[in-house]
């Protein structure tokens, strides 16, 4: 069967200080990779997503950057974080069109 | 441009009463439609989805949600609500054939009263 993982769970960050979140996927081949952020009230926002290895769709222009180093790794960084970058971010993937599977998710605050 | 409308942020339900959380959808194109659940500080889980097959989908946990499409709806319902089903739920498309991206609602959060 397909799992999820995303490290950390939650993270504290300093305004400024750099942003490494890891999402991995097992149990699959060639899967769409997406993440997404959650801010309080908002719903959820799709940042990026991925149909391949080093191929990034981004949806929003921010301070944040994705990287695709493997086919079931998906990465999100940021060189300075900002205190808007604060929210939930989620990991998702997909094999058929639509249906994605997402992953528990790292709660991110930037003090 | 595909686009979802949830009616209702917040939703509240006695222990027992029907569940009936709305969405609406935009599509010029056949769509995908589904509903997840969202536990807190959790990720989304899919609770069912509706791909052109049958038109009353059932799901996990005892919901279903009917595709109407002259109504352009996809309303989520349980006949009895359970202190369990509390959550945020989510709508969501997609295009049949087409993106690989979905487009989410933006949420109703189920309280349910003992």
């Known amino acids: 069967s397909q799992t999820i993982h995303q490290w950390p769970a939650t993270l504290v960050q300093p305004v400024g200080s750099p942003l490494s979140l890891e999402c991995t996927v097992e149990?699959?081949?060639?899967?769409?990779l997406y993440w997404y952020r959650q801010a309080a009230g908002r719903g959820l926002q799709l940042l990026f997503y991925s149909v391949g290895i080093g191929q990034i769709s981004s949806e929003v222009p921010q301070n944040l950057s994705a990287s695709r180093p493997q086919d079931r790794q998906f990465i999100l960084s940021s060189k300075k974080l900002l205190l808007s970058d604060s929210g939930f971010y989620l990991c998702?993937?997909?094999?058929?069109?639509?249906?994605?599977?997402f992953g528990p998710g790292t709660r991110l605050t930037v003090t | 441009a595909q686009s979802v409308t949830q009616l209702g942020s917040h939703v509240s339900v006695s222990e027992g009463a029907l569940v009936l959380l709305r969405c609406n959808y935009s599509?010029?194109?056949?769509?995908?439609l589904f509903w997840y659940v969202q536990y807190p500080n959790q990720g989304l889980q899919l609770l069912l989805k509706y791909t052109s097959a049958a038109t009353l989908v059932k799901g996990i946990n005892g919901f279903e949600a009917e595709f109407k499409k002259s109504e352009t709806s996809f309303h989520l319902t349980k006949p009895s609500a359970h202190m369990s089903d509390a959550a945020e739920y989510f709508c969501?498309?997609?295009?049949?054939?087409?993106?690989?991206?979905?487009?989410f609602g933006k949420g109703t959060k189920l309280t349910v009263n003992p």
């Open positions: 599509s010029s194109v056949p769509p995908y």
């Open positions: 149990g699959t081949s060639n899967p769409n």
């Open positions: 998702a993937w997909s094999v058929l069109r639509g249906e994605q599977y």
């Open positions: 969501a498309v997609s295009e049949q054939g087409g993106s690989e991206k979905l487009v």
